[in-house]
């Protein structure tokens, strides 16, 4: 009896849920949702359908966990509560200050309908959150460091693409290596945001744009660009195809911290991961996380879970004598 | 309302945990047991109390958890199962082939007398574990490495002070660069023992004893030596001491794996721990854990557990909302 999954949202997020339940073999694609026509939409799964968001009701009782694939700003605050009421679900919220309203409105959902809705997974929040958590709570006396990248960041991408002139844009964000190699050494630096990271530009002009202007326009964009050292490189779309496609991420989280009578030892925990792409691995987390949401709704429990709520063996295909046997 | 700490056994990892309390403000240190006469065991808590192992069982109600601070080889596998008849517990088992069968017994003993068990905790296995454990849920198709050190072996250090003619030495483990660097590039490689970790060691010789001869029997000795390529610095008691005397240590748990529907994407997720004491870092996590069985106690649960079977925000002082507002 494998875990019936279905995915409500098909860009590339949905894409690389789709891809990692087939990595899965507990798991199956039932179903995907979406808002397109559906006979427009071609998914990878032979086995699975591809239905209109407004049926998804339907499907109460046929799927077992729905992986929800909205983006953050409109789409999530509105479907996880909503969807909970029918479904387990999980989503990827991300907006890190809403995170309190989010999971009241899921908690109220999930168990007013004996549902269990796990929120804000992937790798930050969610991977990244678990190790700034179990550091802190090992290392209470320290001090935390987060580096994203390098890696692609979409938001600052698509502000680059709304000024006049760009016709297209890819931006990197890029850790700073000397503040990292600071962090690492325990020297627990004070580093201003220009310390930290960081930002490169590749930007392909309309024809007869002024690039200087649009330079100039980047680098003083506020919240953005303005505090940040920022690069920016003029290429051409074909150049900007072949060689920024992807879409890489990764990044560290740092506690450094001190222990003893006297606090006379140091001690670093760092992780990090270094992704080639960050929907599919964000995609990847998820669907570890539906098999958690899986099996606590088997076990009777209801309401909102993060990351911090959830026993890691909840997680695993393996049994629990199998993963003391082989991982402990 | 404090939690009450115990320890039995205060040799470095007892004063690790001693240590470890005091940075935990909603716990207390309220008795050290020891195998030895207890006037001559100073400990550094003014208000806790130092007594024979022997007195333990009158401390049944006063203490909420017991730290057994004992050796894997003989202390534990008795101990751990003896004292979850009276306390909770929290043991730092590190006898990876032998973990299923100390599980059972300790999950005996504490759910016939509804106490909590927790065993194997330390940073490996425990943290290092844990990483594994993750990793491998969210990349099913990967490869797992880890490598310890740079830092003290202390059965490595016993190991050859044990030859005859030595009067001490210190053995440090290193990882081997040129390794860490081709797992980290995703290029999955296949490594002997030889080419993951070399061995370095600071020999201490008696008066008159053959150099050549301790050098020649390190380098040979079966499982500890004879399959790394191993350093021997001769050196005097006086440079051990002033430059060997610390216990660093720590290390690196790699998983390199694959998504995509045809696995074109590659993801490195890599945990690492730089230690300066290894005994009051391997305390640190004990001490977060001790929390974990007194919570889970207080809840009503008995039986042993491992970190696979603990939600992480069990660990934490902080509440489910600080933990969601402040680490998520």
């Known amino acids: 009896m494998s875990i019936k999954i279905g995915i409500l949202g098909y860009g590339n997020l949905g894409r690389g849920v789709e891809c990692a339940v087939k990595q899965n073999p507990d798991m199956e694609l039932v179903a995907v949702f979406t808002r397109r026509e559906p006979e427009t939409v071609s998914i990878l799964t032979k086995e699975a359908k591809v239905c209109k968001v407004s049926e998804v009701e339907g499907w109460k009782g046929k799927i077992d966990v729905m992986v929800l694939c909205g983006g953050s700003a409109t789409d999530l605050p509105e479907q996880t509560p909503k969807y909970a009421q029918c479904f387990n679900v999980v989503d990827s919220f991300d907006t890190h200050a809403r995170i309190p309203e989010h999971f009241a409105n899921v908690d109220a959902a999930a168990k007013a309908n004996g549902t269990v809705g796990i929120?804000?997974?992937?790798?930050?929040?969610?991977?990244?959150?678990?190790?700034?958590?179990?550091?802190?709570?090992?290392?209470?006396?320290?001090?935390?460091?987060?580096?994203?990248?390098?890696?692609v960041s979409q938001g600052h991408s698509d502000a680059i693409r709304r000024i006049k002139g760009v016709k297209n844009a890819k931006q990197y964000t890029i850790p700073v290596e000397g503040a990292l190699e600071s962090v690492r050494a325990g020297e627990n630096p004070e580093l201003a945001t220009r310390q930290k990271h960081t930002r490169e530009c590749f930007v392909v002009l309309e024809d007869g744009a002024d690039g200087a202007k649009v330079e100039e326009e980047i680098k003083t964009m506020p919240n953005y660009f303005a505090d940040y050292d920022t690069t920016v490189h003029f290429i051409?779309?074909?150049?900007?195809?072949?060689?920024?496609?992807?879409?890489?991420?990764?990044?560290?989280?740092?506690?450094?911290?001190?222990?003893g009578w006297g606090q006379e030892h140091s001690h670093v925990i760092e992780y990090s991961l270094k992704l080639d792409s960050n929907p599919e691995f964000t995609a990847s987390v998820i669907v570890a996380y539906a098999r958690a949401a899986y099996r606590l709704a088997k076990e009777g429990q209801s309401g909102c879970k993060t990351v911090f709520d959830i026993a890691p063996a909840y997680l695993s295909m393996e049994s629990g004598e199998e993963l003391r046997k082989n991982l402990l």
């Not at 991977?127 to 001090?143: C, H, T, V």
């Not at 195809?241 to 506690?255: A, L, N, Y």
């Open 236 to 259: 051409s779309e074909e150049e900007l195809q072949k060689e920024h496609s992807g879409i890489p991420h990764g990044g560290f989280v740092i506690r450094s911290g001190k222990t």
């Open 119 to 151: 929120i804000s997974v992937g790798w930050d929040p969610g991977m990244f959150s678990l190790s700034r958590m179990y550091a802190n709570a090992i290392l209470p006396e320290g001090k935390d460091y987060t580096f994203w990248g390098k890696g």
